[in-house]
């Protein structure tokens, strides 16, 4: 365990509070001063390896750890586990922050207690279970809570900062500085009323939030939202985190869109955007139902109590998602459930752009606590996925040309998938989606497994397909794509390729057949900051993928777009190409699968190729391996029929 799990600075020395024991570093020489690993075996002295926090006097050392507080006196060798004390503490305290204040040591617990140590005794001063944090200086202890900050006297008086405090910076004896989460850095002055804030906060460019659960990409802009589901909900602020290629923001009413309908903004899982209605979208959430906007406002929460939406308890478990719009505007969602009160029409919820709602009643679809995504397909299937516990499976539904009469609808429900070797049994059943080619892609537990020809589904001896891998050990044996690993999104990409975001695996980008890895991306080789990946969603016009994991969100300038339809819209950058650029030069903007070639005006050839969906990438190379010489150079671009043609040029500089 390498965290840092917190850092002080005393003086010219920083003691570093980790995993593997203290550091103690001398910050002007930057060398290591001391490490002590005081993992003691012998009792009663049992220190376990983490150290929450550390403090320091002249002649002492005091460590917080989860098995108590210990300290330990600086005239001796602190390397000898012998040489540490364990001092008791208030019954059932466990310590997370020590300071040195006004030549005392005050001690936060993990029930938010705060102590000071006064004749080696333990006095309470105050317990909010939203305290975080301590830092002090000689004559100022600072509280840091969830909502809100204190700032005590050496009288133990205390001044009020009325926002959220999860760290503070010390400017002068008047001014600090606190990191207040989704509000910024902010500036307080002290005067005669108290602290109060000076000048605007100071809020770095980036979605409000870490969680991306769901993305999808409209008019060029990339809008994720911030929820999360499974058994029981996450409690995660509700928000529409929004970006247009050059900066950030929020959803403008999030912190007052509970004061207006008396329900918790938590827990949202999809959006659907009216495509013939700007301004008009909708926010399902795992909890209080079904968030309407119009003209991006809050317009109304369709709930149990105005709805034929359904909750399954009392109070907040009226849990919605898979909304999705059809083409005639016409807005789906799926209502989950599993109480006796639900029946096989409480699932399928559909609200009309007249206001009014319909259900689809199908008796083969179970009553399920974890109904997922609805996927409208290129055939004009219905599939839709329920994720989790009793009912898992896959449903497929064509309705056969008629919109709200079902007696006609053919339906499949499937809990189990034949394949060609026999009968899989996925437990989980994460997401559907469709390939450039009609393909569908199923993420399970068990890997990815594929629908070929879903018009053939209601055959009765309809089997599902997995990808296998050549082993290329001499043998005829195969290994199964990702088997055993949980999938939980899949993107298909402008070149057909496939994008697999697993549980705990990272993530894979495929070929198009899925028989070969393009790319795996994970913690120990890229800048992913988790192999837990929630959600992925593709560019189409850039390419550029944006990655929701468990510990936040990133992006990859990716090497397919979706193609065009014509070449009125193709060019090159970097245009010119500047001295000392080594990155890749893309041309972008062409039909799917174009042939490529680039060539300086002399007509000599530097690089033949194919473009991935709508763009094609060279490393700015000849064809000796070399950086291509300054000049002009001409791209030229055709269909692979070579019905329509198109050039265009760039500069290189070096």
Request: glycine residues 10%.
């Amino acid at each position: 365990d390498k965290t840092v799990y917190n850092l002080r600075v005393d003086g010219s020395t920083a003691l570093l509070a980790t995993g593997v024991g203290l550091l103690l570093i001398d910050v002007e020489k930057q060398h290591i001063i001391d490490h002590y690993r005081p993992l003691l075996t012998a009792t009663p002295y049992s220190i376990q390896e983490h150290i929450s926090d550390a403090a320091m006097t002249v002649d002492s050392l005091f460590l917080a750890t989860p098995n108590g507080l210990f300290a330990g006196d600086r005239s001796t060798n602190l390397l000898d586990p012998a040489a540490w004390k364990k001092l008791p503490v208030p019954a059932g305290s466990v310590p997370t922050n020590l300071v040195m204040f006004d030549g005392q040591l005050v001690m936060l617990t993990t029930t938010g207690a705060l102590y000071v140590r006064r004749g080696g005794q333990w006095q309470h001063v105050w317990t909010d279970g939203a305290f975080i944090r301590l830092q002090a200086t000689a004559d100022k202890l600072y509280v840091c809570a969830y909502d809100k900050g204190y700032v005590f006297e050496t009288d133990w008086s205390y001044s009020l900062i009325t926002a959220p405090v999860h760290d503070v910076s010390r400017v002068d004896a008047q001014t600090i500085i606190t990191a207040s989460g989704a509000q910024g850095l902010m500036t307080w002055s002290h005067t005669d009323t108290g602290y109060n804030q000076t000048g605007e906060s100071v809020i770095p460019d980036g979605p409000s939030q870490e969680t991306a659960w769901y993305g999808m990409v409209r008019d060029g802009v990339y809008y994720a939202t911030p929820g999360g589901r499974w058994g029981d909900r996450q409690f995660l602020a509700g928000d529409v985190m929004r970006f247009d290629g050059e900066e950030w923001t929020s959803l403008e009413q999030k912190d007052s869109i509970s004061l207006i309908t008396g329900e918790r903004f938590m827990d949202i899982l999809g959006m659907a955007i009216d495509p013939k209605e700007e301004g008009h979208f909708f926010l399902s959430s795992w909890g209080e139902g079904l968030y309407e906007f119009r003209n991006h406002r809050f317009f109304r929460l369709h709930n149990q109590y105005n709805s034929p939406l359904l909750t399954l308890l009392p109070g907040p478990y009226c849990r919605v998602d898979g909304p999705v719009f059809d083409d005639e505007g016409n807005l789906w969602v799926l209502n989950s459930n599993f109480s006796s009160k639900f029946t096989n029409d409480t699932i399928i919820r559909i609200l009309k752009p007249d206001g009014t709602w319909t259900s689809l009643c199908y008796p083969k679809m179970p009553a399920a606590p974890t109904w997922g995504s609805i996927l409208f397909t290129s055939t004009g299937q219905i599939w839709i996925n329920s994720v989790r516990a009793r009912g898992y499976g896959v449903a497929v539904i064509d309705r056969r040309g008629t919109n709200w009469d079902t007696s006609d609808d053919t339906v499949r429900w499937f809990n189990t998938l034949p394949y060609e070797e026999g009968v899989l049994n996925p437990f989980v059943y994460n997401c559907i989606t469709e390939d450039l080619n009609g393909t569908l892609w199923i993420g399970t537990n068990e890997g990815p497994v594929l629908a070929h020809n879903p018009t053939s589904i209601f055959n009765t001896n309809y089997q599902f397909t997995r990808v296998k891998i050549a082993r290329n050990d001499g043998t005829d044996q195969a290994d199964y794509l990702l088997k055993d690993i949980r999938i939980n999104c899949i993107a298909v990409d402008g070149a057909n390729r496939k994008w697999i975001g697993t549980e705990g695996s990272g993530l894979y980008v495929l070929s198009p057949d899925g028989t070969e890895t393009v790319h795996r991306f994970n913690t120990d080789n890229s800048p992913l900051p988790s192999d837990y990946i929630l959600s992925i969603t593709l560019h189409p016009e850039t390419g550029e993928a944006f990655i929701g994991t468990s510990a936040g969100l990133v992006s990859y300038r990716a090497e397919a777009t979706a193609g065009k339809a014509d070449y009125s819209a193709v060019r090159v950058f970097p245009n010119p190409v500047k001295p000392g650029y080594a990155g890749t030069i893309t041309v972008t903007g062409l039909q799917a699968n174009s042939q490529v070639r680039i060539t300086d005006l002399n007509g000599n050839l530097l690089v033949a190729g194919t473009s991935l969906g709508g763009q094609f990438g060279w490393s700015g190379l000849n064809r000796q391996g070399k950086p291509a010489a300054s000049g002009v150079y001409l791209v030229f671009s055709a269909t692979e029929d070579g019905i329509e043609q198109q050039v265009s040029k760039f500069m290189i500089i070096r």
